[in-house]
């Protein structure tokens, strides 16, 4: 492995069940140390939690002069075809380690024993791996602070052209259904049960892969939902009316940001916007408890737009070593990739295709269990 200074950077690699609390000890120092790497997609606790249900997950733990200052996970196939961890789940990927440190990608894999290694969401600061990056994206995010007063004041103050509109339709829905409460630290399970219920009806409607129809996503949400440290928290965060919940969103925390993962609302009031109402009750209340940064995660969508006040930059791309494995495997999955980000680059193209996997959707929602069309 390449050196630093005089120092020898060795590689051992463990299972998530193997890491000791030293070895998270030092991992939640490396993210305390570089701010790029505070988001809680990239944790140990995330790790374990996948690796929980996902027998193939592994950790490569660097050292230098015996100490741990690197870490990468991710999940290996007995081919040897790597991914970043939860690939496909998780808005975050990266080995983090503490200031300072180097490695090579090539030598990395090896000790992974890698023939090649995906990702989609890269931190950009992963220099070794840029040569590997084939494209770049925007993640936005919002920058928040506590604001003065309640959240009618933080809301005017942060978004004032969103302010008049969303507080006239919580006043109507108040109306209607009853007031509005909001808990941004839900620990009732039923609730993350709703939510889940709405989410994959939102992706059958609309077409999409249904997560939640996949056990082990399930599980692993429940296991995150409980899962309660400072680097790593679920977070279930619920919007009622009276006493009937109209929104939810389900994410984990790390000290200072906050992932917005799992947004869905009750289909029966998506006239009164009640996504958007969750979004801004959230980050108000994630600013009053400390969070500095609201990651929206990678994707062109309409409110992301509204509510973002900036971008970051996040890659995806294949770092691979000359093997017949990597070469298939970057064969079958590039042009997928390529095929996708080219449909949702284009509005032209991107529009379209939406409404074609909604009709899908209306199509399947309107068939029974045994595939046969229900009038």
Known sequence: MRTRGQSEVDITIHRPGELTQSLRRAWH???????????????PEFAIGVGKHRSGVRVAVLREDGEPVGFLPYERTALGVGRAVGLGLSDCQALVHRPGVTWDAQALLSACRLAIFEFDHLVSEQTPFAPHVTGTFASPVIDVKPGDGGYPEWLRATYPGLAKTTLKKERRIGRDLGELR??????????????????????????????????WIVDLVDHLFHVREEHFTGVLSVLYAGDRPVAAH???????????????????????????MMHLRTAEAAARGGVTLVDLGRGDKEYKDWLKTRELRVGEGFATRGHPVAAAHRMWRRPVRGLRNTVLAHPRLRDPADRLLRTVGTLRASRGPDGLHRE
């Open 29 to 43: 120092r490396a993210m305390d140390e570089s701010p790029e790497y505070a988001n809680p997609f990239l944790a």
């Open 182 to 215: 909001f808990e941004f630290d839900e620990r009732d399970p039923a609730a993350l049960r709703t939510l889940m219920r709405w989410k994959s009806a939102q992706y059958r409607r609309t077409g999409r892969m249904d997560r939640f129809a996949r056990p």
């Open 250 to 276: 389900f994410g984990p925390r790390s000290a200072t940001v906050l992932a917005a993962w799992f947004t869905a609302y009750d289909p029966e009031l998506r006239y009164y916007s009640p996504g958007l």
